[in-house]
């Protein structure tokens, strides 16, 4: 039992390269979550999925995309990188009952934006 | 050592003492709150959850205390370890599907 898996766990790009994160959970949780984190800032929500098949904007989606593939997978996409988007990004995942359930997290991407 | 006041970036405790974490949280209607643990280069770590109709609730090592008149949330750590260095965030559900985060506590343990 893995938990929450992300990959890449580093990565660096160029101002306008794109790229996708990825997110899998083999805990058979409904919801997921990608958040970033900034040093100062705390965790932000970026995208959520409250179950298979809805994705909902969190408090900062601009400059990112997400598709939740299916019921174990959720990944986020960079279309075009910038350098305010270097952070942590982190994947987590939630039972049913949405938010009453605690959200377990994954171990993080660390992606810097040049 | 204890953080004081609403909230204090840092706590240095000695091993072997307690530790108490404390975190004002805004939203009077939320009902679900969380410690997580951050280790460097980690990420969060569920510790323990409690709902608002509970004042406190205990875990192994760790009990959290609610105080709903003031919106006031701690975390006690029992005979604290070296193990126990990290980011400690509390969470509040803001409606379905959310969580709020804390900006966390460092806590440093002396040997």
């Known amino acids: 039992n893995a938990g929450v898996t992300q990959t890449p766990k580093f990565q660096v790009l160029k101002t306008g390269q794109s790229m996708t994160l990825q997110c899998a959970q083999d805990?058979?949780?409904?919801?997921m979550y990608w958040y970033r984190q900034d040093p100062g800032m705390g965790l932000r929500l970026i995208y959520y999925?409250?179950?298979?098949?809805?994705?909902d904007k969190g408090e900062v989606p601009n400059g990112y995309n997400v598709s939740r593939l299916n019921k174990r997978e959720f990944s986020l996409r960079l279309e075009s990188a910038a350098p305010s988007q270097t952070s942590v990004y982190f994947c987590?995942?939630?039972?049913?009952?949405?938010?009453?359930?605690?959200?377990?997290f994954g171990p993080g991407t660390r992606l810097t934006v040049l | 050592g204890e953080s004081v006041g609403l909230h204090l970036p840092t706590l240095s405790v000695q091993e072997g003492d307690n530790s108490i974490i404390n975190c004002a949280y805004s939203?009077?209607?939320?009902?679900?709150f969380i410690w997580y643990k951050q280790e460097s280069g980690k990420g969060p770590q569920f510790i323990i959850d409690?709902?608002?109709?509970?004042d406190k609730r205990q875990g192994q090592r760790v009990t959290v205390l609610l105080n709903k008149t003031v919106k006031h949330l701690s975390l006690q750590i029992a005979a604290t370890q070296p193990g126990d260095s990290a980011v400690y965030f509390c969470?509040?559900?803001?409606?379905?599907?959310?969580?709020?985060f804390g900006a966390g506590t460092t806590v440093t343990v002396r040997a």
């Open positions: 987590a995942s939630s039972g049913s009952g949405g938010i009453r359930y605690a959200q377990y």
């Open positions: 805990m058979n949780h409904n919801s």
């Open positions: 999925s409250a179950s298979e098949g809805t994705t």
């Open positions: 939203n009077s209607a939320s009902d679900y």
């Open positions: 409690i709902r608002s109709n509970m």
């Open positions: 969470a509040e559900n803001i409606g379905d599907y959310k969580l709020s």
